[in-house]
């Protein structure tokens, strides 16, 4: 074979083995892009959703939280900005000698420096890490001024509660807090879940949480492998919490804080006699919402844990006094109706009643002499109560209380409210295993022994008595401009010229010379106001202390004084505020607690006077053209 | 212009040599490049630099060596064949001695101008020495076994020194070219049978004693993706999203979100294939990948056209090195087979292995333009 041949062969098998080669080769090819299309338009679709999961970072926006205002459209509870400061590491280069100088500053304790070290660790070098919160306008301004000096840290905005009259509406608006585990559990809404959001702590923050809340809104951030944010693709700015008024006047509530202040423990209410809403609540000694919004030290909370004046807890609605003698309103209403007494009913009083072995005495040790019902209401006198109720019974009495609100929640749109307790033959024995005795029934007919009440069922007895309807309370008068409020409430039961009779008597407390709250009474005309009196023992008069002189209130310790009650209503021509007072450990009703309705409900009607006045007067002319009519009734 | 029958283009002029030079090739291979430098462009976000800038560069300087070599007579890079696999093999000694340590790696020689990969330039110099020596061989030779010694020392060495720095990818490309050549030169089927059996049960051998712990982890990861979500299955996982997601027509030019987002991982080098697959779809990849077969097709022709052996052996062999750059990259981000770092040339940014590849198409010049010189089947012909 030639050399030629043997090329000529070597050149043949190179060709078909070039050729077996090719078809491996274009195999692999048609391989590739057969996964190209089986990526790139089989799996399509799936793979576009990952990228975009990739691409892009959902971050929820908070939207701002509803006002509070009152009904007046004062604002209640607002917004304010609130100006923190933060540092970016990776523009900060030395970040600890960065935080010296800002320590210069503004304070930064130790403590915030080990929590800044530790946030900068854990997070990623671009992220805000705060240096510190809630600066003052000084530091805020010293900290701009000297931003060209420190890289990396700038001024965050953001929102914090805040509530104006602090301390004099923290029990009616609570305060808001970050949301806890039982917030969180059972609800889906995105913004529990975004660090710092404040929910409402009770009061109205808590009741009317979803509304003032709003809903959430977000940023579409394209962010990048790492999560660097390099845009934002779009803004949803949320729903903002809706604007909450309340039936609140924010000047008779502060009003009313100023007033309650005076004493060490107190509580009283304010509610229109004709729609319930509620004008005042306030519960004093008090707290600060604010510090509360900001976050609480540990020191201040557990301070005001252990006070034995209880600033935390809500007395006009969890505060579950006996009402002393100003249940005897519905002793006498429930006599009257049941027809075994009528209004002309007389009573001997020589200061005590004997039933059976027991003696009851009435408040006053020398007796009464002979009262009618008026003249009993208006002297407080407990042996004709004795009398009457034991006349009628336990269950005609109970029956009334019930009908008047007593005994049961009222349904106050604030967190906490306690029932209080009316009792009768059938809840001791259910409750006790005990049978009721007829003793039983005469104490709780001047509203000592197991009556207790809540200072706001007080007031809606008042406010029930005073109107003849089943008003109920509350607080909310609108949301967001849809209004809430009603005077449709239906009638009571009760006989009117019944009813009529004990108005007398609680005109006769307060308007007639020797009635329990005469030295307490209004005295400008068209203003009076009716009341009643009443004084709860807080501990048992012992036979050996009542043979020897009761100790005087003022020469017993704080908690063994009795609690000063007074409920009333104004103006009595034509009730439309009722008003219930309690000072905790106060003494006398007609003496301590008496004024104090007074003064409340004076400046009540006095406020409105005064409102009325402006809505008429045209607004005073700034230039020469004539002024305005303003239509009558408007409030500026 | 006629050729010269007799075979001879020594006698070529310096102009009949250009004349010679196919054209429509170096255009091609331009095109590919251009498409190189918009996505590198577009990897750095729409900057020139510092990625397509200097891709540019080692471009020029490629094609002007690409053009130099085209013009040398093949029988001067014949005779340079075994000098050159010497030199080669040297420098990568070297490399596993003294080379800069990167990712884990010694791969590159850093000469202060230029960092060398000499396992690169392997890819082109194991090619001729295999040529030349197969060259020297008829189907008679090649039949016998003790004939097969040398070759396999050739392909021996440079593998043991490249698996050893140590680059799994090249040390499998470097075996599958000297395969290809061990075919193409009429060894016998069945060797490559026993080749093949001896293979496979040597894998669970060097799986247990050759492999580096990362080697290991990559494979395991192929073969079960979701073992390891954020470590080397993260890198696959977000390559198929960005295939996936540039659907038929893709995201645009500076649109991939996955790569500019830095998903995409090593999105300048290995990865670049990804990147326009998302920003050009499944009508741009398809579309590269024809233009990219085009130049292998130019390779089968060029070595069908050849009248020796040498250059016939020369011309596939670099054709066969280009397709298994281009499928063992394109195959691996598409989550085919497990990731070895196999650039895709003229694309990737990297300087060695784009100029490995331009020294082979001036050595495919060479072998066109050369193709009907005498060559003696020992020595070098008349020079």
Known sequence: MSAFDRDAERQRMLSRRTLVLGGLQGAAVATLMGRLYYLQIVESDRYTVLAEDNRISLRLVAPPRGLITDRFGVPLAVNEQNFSTIIVSERAGDVQQILDEVGKLIPLTEADERRIQRDIQRSRSFAPITIKENLTWDQVAAIEVNLPDLPGVSIDVGQVRSYPFGEALSHVLGYVGAAAEKDVEGSSDPLLTLPGFKVGKGGIEKQYDQALRGAAGNRQLEVNAVGRVIRELSRDPGQSGREVALTIDAKLQHYMHQRLSAEESAAAIVMDVNTGGIHALCSSPSFDPNQFAMGIGYEAYQALLKDERTPLINKVIAGQYPPGSTFKMLTALAALESGIVNADHRVFCSGHIELGSHRFHCWSRNGHGTLDMVGALMNSCDVYFYDIAGRIGMDRIADMARRFGLGGKVGLELPGERPGLIPDPKWKRQALKQPWHQGETLIASMGQGYVLTTPLQLAVMTARLASGRAVQPHLLKSIEGQFAETTEWPAIDVKPENLATVLKGMNAVTNVPGGTGYRARISVPGMEMAGKSGSAQVRRISMAERSSGVIKNENRPWRERDHALFVAFAPVQAPKYACAVIVEHGGGGGAVAAPIARDILLECQMLEAARATVAQQPPPATDTTPPAPNPAGETP | ?383
Not at chain 2, 227 to 241: A, E, M, N, R, V
Not at chain 2, 268 to 279: G, K, R, S
Request: hydrophobic share 55%; with cysteine; net charge neutral.
């Open chain 2, 1 to 383: 212009m006629t050729l010269d029958v007799s075979g001879d283009s020594a006698a070529l002029s310096f102009t009949e040599k250009l004349a010679q030079i196919p054209w429509s090739f170096v255009f091609l291979v331009t095109i590919v490049a251009c498409v190189g430098f918009a996505m590198l462009y577009s990897a750095a976000n729409g900057q020139i630099d510092p990625w397509a800038s200097r891709q540019m560069l080692r471009f020029g300087v490629g094609l002007a060596l690409m053009l130099f070599i085209g013009m040398i007579d093949i029988r001067v890079w014949m005779k340079m064949t075994y000098p050159l696999y010497g030199l080669v093999l040297v420098l990568l000694v070297g490399v596993d001695l003294f080379g800069s340590v990167g990712k884990g790696a010694q791969r590159w020689i850093d000469l202060g101008f230029v960092q060398l990969q000499p396992s690169e330039i392997m890819k082109v110099t194991l090619v001729m020495a295999l040529a030349r020596y197969f060259h020297g061989a008829s189907l008679e030779d090649t039949g016998r076994i003790p004939y097969l010694i040398v070759p396999l020392l050739i392909v021996g060495a440079p593998v043991a020194l490249v698996l050893a720095q140590p680059n799994l990818g090249t040390s499998l490309m470097l075996i599958m070219a000297s395969g290809a050549m061990f075919f193409l030169s009429g060894v016998r089927w069945w060797k490559f049978a026993l080749v093949i059996g001896a293979i496979l049960i040597a894998i669970p051998l060097s799986w247990q004693f050759l492999l580096h712990d990362y080697q290991r982890d990559r494979v395991e990861t192929f073969l079960d993706p979701d073992s390891d979500p954020l470590g080397t299955g993260y890198h696959i996982t977000q390559s198929k999203i960005a295939f996936g997601s540039g659907g038929l027509t893709g995201k645009g030019f500076l649109q991939g979100t996955q790569s500019h987002l830095n998903f995409l991982p090593e999105k300048q080098t290995d990865f670049i294939f990804t990147m326009l697959a998302e920003e050009f779809g499944l009508v741009g990849s398809i579309s590269f990948l024809v233009l990219y077969c085009l130049l292998l097709l130019f390779g089968f022709v060029i070595a069908g056209r050849c009248r020796h052996q040498y250059g016939r052996l020369l011309a596939l062999g670099l054709t066969v090195n280009l397709f298994l750059y281009l499928f063992i990259n394109v195959a691996m981000i598409m989550g085919l087979i497990p990731v070895v770092g196999v650039p895709l040339p003229l694309i990737s940014y990297g300087g060695t292995a784009t100029l490995a590849v331009m020294v082979g198409f001036g050595l495919l010049m060479s072998v066109h333009v050369h193709r009907d010189v005498r060559m003696s089947r020992r020595g070098l012909g008349d020079l």
